[in-house]
């Protein structure tokens, strides 16, 4: 049997009031994360989400808070400028033990990376299989099982891509605010646009309110100002488009460990700032998402 695509009847029910007809994999209560705030990162795919959520980790830490940072990608690299190499994800620690999740130990799936932050892949089923909310559920459900989440401060779960089915936005039941990484182009005004309807449709059953938006790659913010105006959005924070940044990822580093160059001291305290406000506590925003024409027409198309 593939364990993957094993999913109790009960954890999955279509459109209970999440939208009509959508497909939702259902929250475990036992499995919900009780002490630490959490936040879910989305945004359009290659815009930086893993970039931005590394680099939050790490200003988390630099706060004195202990953060845990969850990838939810089957390409499973959300973590690998703090950890400087590609971890073994939860779905294939659990696969070599035929799934008998209790002959696990925590280092076999966590790992510690820069300034402290610990480190998590989820991964993914194989293509054309499975659910990705089962493989959030699992890894959720290893770090309570282990007490691994009872002593952290801060989770940050970095997601896929913009895919917004009821498998990838799992990580919205567990969160307090979603935050989308967006630049200023329509292709990631469209994604957010997105993104904002599937929190909106999670807010219905859960707690998740969305937290902002956090400006990426981008000189310029007026197109992803004039939209967040328009529907009930703000924008927490802007890292425009430098190349020290793009040389981190190269370099398998953080942004906090980069040689002193013109600008960088500028978006290191930018991420701190960045986290001290989502520490603080960011307020929920009553968010309308545009249908997808009106989109096209308030960014100019004909």
């Known amino acids: 049997m593939n364990q993957l695509t094993n999913i109790p009847v009960h954890s999955i029910d279509p459109g209970d ?3 009509e007809g959508s497909l939702q994999v259902h929250l475990d209560p ?31 830490s630099k706060l004195g808070k202990r953060v845990i940072q969850i990838g939810c990608d089957p ?21 070599s ?25 989820a991964g993914g089923p194989p293509a054309g299989t499975g659910c990705g909310g089962y493989v ?10 282990h007490h691994l989440l009872e002593d952290a401060d801060v989770v940050i ?37 997105r993104i904002a309807s599937a929190i909106g449709a999670k807010s219905k059953n859960y707690p998740v309110r969305l937290g902002g938006v956090i400006a990426n790659r981008s000189a310029d913010t007026d197109e992803i100002d004039r939209f967040n105006e328009a529907v009930g959005l703000q924008r927490l924070a802007h890292f425009p488009d430098l190349d020290v940044i793009r040389r981190s990822r190269l370099k398998k580093s953080t942004l906090f460990e980069m040689d002193p160059v013109d600008g960088l001291a500028e978006v290191q305290q ?7 406000s989502l520490w603080d506590g960011v307020d929920e925003l009553d968010v309308t998402p545009m249908k997808d024409r009106d989109l096209f027409d308030f960014l100019g198309f004909d």
């Open 97 to 121: 033990v035929e799934f008998h999740a209790e002959e696990l130990r925590p280092e076999d799936y966590m790992y510690e990376g820069y300034n402290g932050v610990m480190c998590v892949e």
């Open 30 to 60: 036992d499995m919900a994360i009780d002490k630490a705030k959490v936040f879910a990162v989305y945004g359009k795919g290659g815009i930086g989400k893993s970039t931005t959520s590394s680099n939050l980790s790490v200003a988390f």
């Open 136 to 145: 959030v559920g699992q890894t959720v459900k290893l770090l309570k099982q």
């Open 157 to 193: 779960f970095d997601v896929l891509g913009d895919v917004v089915c009821g498998g990838f936005a799992s990580p919205l039941q567990h969160a307090e605010r979603a935050l989308v990484v967006t630049a200023n182009d329509f292709d990631s005004i469209f994604a957010m646009n």
């Open 17 to 19: 009031g999440d939208g």
């Open 270 to 276: 930018e991420y701190l700032n960045l986290a001290q």
């Open 75 to 95: 390409k499973h690299d959300s973590t690998f400028t703090l950890t400087k190499a590609l971890m073994p994800t939860v779905i294939d620690v659990l696969e």
